[in-house]
């Protein structure tokens, strides 16, 4: 027979690998127990990142002798009775698996007492003994593994498990304002004494974050959503966002996505939302159940969610900025933009569908522009004066009718209108000006005074000492001294444009795969190209207009801005005729 029966033992070892892969999903099992049990104050020790010791410690509810006696045999819980409790249950935990899985990975031990008469009970190597104790449990968990050799394989760095362990403390912390929390460790000790969110924030971020950040409060009937993100005016760096759902700390790209869609207008290349957000849903229609770690929860209706979220949070900074809001409303064209867009090199040739300026003339009687339109809107800017042939793509630029909220260039070309983004085209040019002028440099910049790169991430600092000479031909130039990285040179061609920020954001990017420390010149460059660029809202001569017209023409990539959008939009006559249904 070749078909086993797995030992018990064997079996947990397996099923714990899927809920403990690192430390940090230790401490989160350990501080969500500690929740449940109405701890007021709770104290977590690590050592060597949490793989030598995490110790936790709570004033909470206790542990009867006889819980004690069965709390590490798997699916084993005092908190969900039956399946239907998982749609209004309030506690973190409820599979009753966390105890078991942990015990069976480390060298583990609860010392915990439910009195006030300083008498408890310890459990270690499956025995039970009387110990003197304080009301609340006490958890100690250390060689994280020692039986598993094969998952330590897996663990990543020690710096790296040591930012997870902290962010996971952090994110305890934040959902839970009315408790104290203790943290020691060989690096960092802090301590933030119960309070509420507003100044549970400060105790974390400082005073700063109230301005760097705009309040979000959203109420509709599908959901709530409560926090706090970057305030567009004024964009900040921390190295990892929160996001809550139903008071759960999770993972969710989509909603990810989302905030960094809505933001792509308002931030620079190279910036990133900063955000804590606590999203509450009717808890029928979530499924908290799908994933080992509970780090995602399943939405009964996400495209609904995220349609309604990113409407909400475009208002928001709309309102925020006092920017006026996109006009295109209307569905349809919405959608036949877009659809045009998504080849941008269907520019390059126009179609042969597009519509023939002859046929068109044929059909004189209806015009399609009012005649006041039809007049130059700025001086200078007749046709005359760019008959030397306006082209772009291959399209013929018959008049500039001038900007659309000092934003938008609108021609007309012998076949129909062009749009042109002014800030979108503009940083195109710069991009590739610059690339050609600065392919050969590296001269860098002694900064005045050294830049200090306080409050970055354990991860950060890898990538940092991981990369010291890329960094160092781009022009950067940096050493660590008790723990913290200076910053002593930067790129000559950054020279104004640099800013700390922009240096955080780019390891942020680095960090998150969306950028390569190979390409940080080129992402440097075009983060210059943006910043020296044409803002939406600034207003352009009829020259200026032309200018900008004749050098995106020259550009090698004219149909994309450094970000990646369209510069310009073509619409043929035939293009409006179907807009306006006069065909179909
Ligand atoms: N710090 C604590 N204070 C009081 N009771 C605790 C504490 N930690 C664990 N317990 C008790 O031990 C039980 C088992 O804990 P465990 O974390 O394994 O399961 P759970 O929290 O019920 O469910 P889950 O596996 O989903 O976390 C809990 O139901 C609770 O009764
Ligand atoms: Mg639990």
Same mark, same amino acid.
Do not use: Q
């Given at each position: 027979m070749l078909i086993k029966k797995l030992s018990q033992e064997t079996i947990n070892l397996i099923s714990a690998g899927e809920v403990i892969e690192g430390p940090s999903d230790i401490l989160k099992e350990l501080l969500e127990n500690s929740v449940d049990a109405k701890a007021t104050e709770i104290t977590v020790e690590i050592k060597s990142s949490g793989l030598d010791l995490i110790k936790i410690k709570d004033d909470g509810t206790g542990i009867l002798k006889e819980d004690l006696e069965v709390? @590490? $045999? %798997?699916?084993?819980?005092?908190? @969900? $009775? %039956?399946?239907?409790?998982l749609y209004t249950i309030d506690s973190f935990g409820f599979r009753g698996e966390a105890l078991s899985t942990i015990a069976a990975v480390s060298k583990f031990k609860i010392v915990s007492s439910t009195t006030n008469d300083g008498k408890g009970y310890v459990l270690e190597n499956n025995n039970i003994s009387q110990v003197s104790s304080n009301k609340g449990t006490t958890i100690t968990v250390q060689d994280l593994f020692y039986n598993v050799p094969v998952r330590k394989k897996f663990l990543k760095s020690k710096s790296f498990e040591y930012s997870k362990v902290y962010e996971v403390f952090l994110a305890n912390a934040l959902l839970n304002p009315n408790i104290t929390f203790k943290f020691i460790s060989e690096k960092k000790n802090v301590i933030f004494p119960k309070t509420d969110f507003e100044n549970r924030l400060v105790q974390i971020y400082g005073v700063e974050i109230k301005t760097k950040t705009i309040n979000l409060d959203i109420n509709t009937e599908l959901f709530k959503v409560k926090g706090i993100l970057t305030n567009p005016q004024n964009p900040v760096y921390f190295p990892s966002n929160f996001l809550f759902i139903n008071k759960r700390f999770v993972f969710s790209p989509q909603i990810y996505k989302a905030i960094i869609d809505s933001y792509k207008d308002y931030l620079m290349i190279q910036q990133k939302p900063f955000f804590i957000l606590f999203i509450e849903l009717d808890p029928r229609t979530i499924d908290v159940n799908v994933h080992p770690k509970k780090r995602v929860v399943k939405l009964q209706n996400e495209m609904l969610f995220l349609l309604e979220f990113k409407r909400e949070l475009s208002k928001k900074l709309d309102a925020s900025l006092g920017k006026f809001a996109p006009a295109l409303e209307h569905n349809s064209l919405k959608d036949f933009i877009s659809s045009k867009n998504?080849?941008?090199?269907?520019f390059q040739k126009p179609t042969q569908s597009s519509y023939s300026s002859n046929n068109y003339s044929?059909?004189?009687?209806?015009?399609?522009?009012r005649s006041d339109l039809q007049k130059p809107l700025y001086e200078n800017n007749n046709i005359s004066s760019i008959s030397d042939n306006l082209t772009l793509f291959e399209h013929n630029i018959t008049k500039i009718l001038g900007q659309i909220k000092n934003t938008f260039i609108i021609c007309e070309t012998d076949k129909g209108m062009i749009l042109i983004d002014q800030h979108a085209a503009d940083e195109r040019i710069n991009l590739e000006k610059n690339r050609l002028k600065y392919a050969d440099y590296v001269e860098k910049q002694n900064l005045i005074s050294e830049i200090s790169l306080d409050f970055i991430s354990e991860s950060h600092k890898e990538i940092l000492a991981n990369n010291i000479e890329i960094f160092k031909k781009t022009g950067f130039e940096y050493y660590l001294k008790n723990d913290i990285y200076f910053l002593k040179t930067i790129p000559l061609f950054l020279n104004k444009y640099f800013d700390k920020n922009l240096f955080l954001n780019l390891l942020k990017d680095i960090e998150e795969g969306n950028n390569e420390v190979f390409k940080l010149k080129d992402s440097l460059l075009k983060l210059r190209s943006c910043k020296e660029s044409i803002k939406a809202n600034d207003y352009l001569s009829s020259h200026e207009q032309i200018e900008i017209i004749k050098k995106l023409n020259l550009c090698?990539?004219?149909?994309?801005?450094?970000?990646?959008?369209?510069t310009i939009i073509f619409l043929s006559l035939k293009d409006l005729e179907i807009l306006f249904k006069r065909i179909v």
């Open positions: 709390c @590490l $045999e %798997k699916y084993t819980t005092s908190k @969900l $009775e %039956k399946i239907d409790d998504s080849d941008y090199s269907s044929s059909n004189k009687e209806v015009p399609f522009f090698k990539d004219k149909g994309i801005c450094a970000h990646g959008r369209p």
